[in-house]
């Protein structure tokens, strides 16, 4: 069985950082794209990054270049997304998704993370 764990998430400055972590378990990572998604209140959840098998990676949200990364490192069966200058709009809960490939169909969820942008 697919499974995705998310974790890193929390309350941060505007301006701060935070490095999200997607674990799985019950398959390799490496089999799947992996991408990062979000939904604030009240919003629709919307794509963030994707990184592909072969780290390629695409993305989803004008609204993050310059400011988030994706990376993975499947020796561990993690993925990551670093997100730098945060701002009080990427507060959502953020989630975690097997693709069959980037843009593609989820062949599984994780459970969630929340990040909250505030002073």
């Known amino acids: 069985q697919l499974q995705l764990v998310e974790s890193g998430g929390g309350l941060v400055q505007p301006g701060g950082s935070l490095r999200l972590s997607c674990a799985a378990s019950?398959?390799?990572?490496?089999?799947?794209?992996i991408g990062w998604f979000r939904q604030a209140p009240g919003k629709e959840r919307e794509g963030v990054l994707c990184?592909?098998?072969?780290?390629?990676?695409?993305n989803y949200a004008d609204s993050v270049k310059g400011r988030f990364t994706i990376s993975r490192d499947n020796a561990k069966n993690t993925v990551y997304l670093q997100m730098n200058s945060l701002k009080p709009e990427d507060t959502a809960v953020y989630y975690c998704?097997?693709?069959?490939?980037?843009?593609?169909?989820?062949?599984?969820w994780g459970q969630g993370t929340q990040v909250t942008v505030s002073s």
């Open positions: 998704a097997a693709q069959y490939y980037c843009s593609g169909p989820v062949a599984s």
């Open positions: 019950g398959f390799t990572l490496d089999y799947y794209a």
């Open positions: 990184i592909s098998k072969s780290g390629g990676t695409t």
